[in-house]
């Protein structure tokens, strides 16, 4: 069974930092591409972040040059380091793992998201 685990949310003044982490299942990991999304109470759930297993990234244009996505092969995680946080981050952060099965069918998954509040 494919599960999603984040952790690292919390409350943070305007200016901090924050490291979000999320654990994979093995079985899909190392072929899909894995991303951080983020929904504000009354808004859409917005990408924020994505890394694909050759590791090339992209970023939403409202985080770019604060936020860094990574993935840790061996440990079957992926983190999001956001920096400069500001009020309007304040949203629930969800993991995504979208990719294909061995037969070619496509597959996304979520985790149940965490908090993260950005407030003086």
């Known amino acids: 069974q494919v599960q999603l685990v984040e952790s690292g949310g919390g409350l943070v003044q305007p200016g901090g930092s924050l490291r979000l982490s999320c654990a994979a299942s093995?079985?899909?990991?190392?072929?899909?591409?894995m991303g951080w999304y983020r929904q504000a109470p009354g808004d859409q759930r917005d990408l924020v972040a994505a890394?694909?297993?050759?590791?090339?990234?992209n970023y939403a244009d409202s985080v770019q040059g604060r936020f860094t996505i990574s993935r840790d092969a061996a440990k079957n995680m992926v983190y999001l380091q956001m920096n400069s946080l500001e009020p309007e981050d304040t949203a629930v952060y969800y993991c995504?793992?979208?990719?294909?099965?061995?037969?070619?069918?496509?597959?996304?998954?979520w985790g149940q998201g965490t908090q993260v509040t950005v407030s003086s």
């Open positions: 890394i694909t297993s050759a590791h090339s990234t």
């Open positions: 093995r079985s899909i990991f190392s072929r899909y591409t």
């Open positions: 995504n793992a979208q990719g294909r099965t061995v037969f070619g069918d496509s597959r996304e998954y």
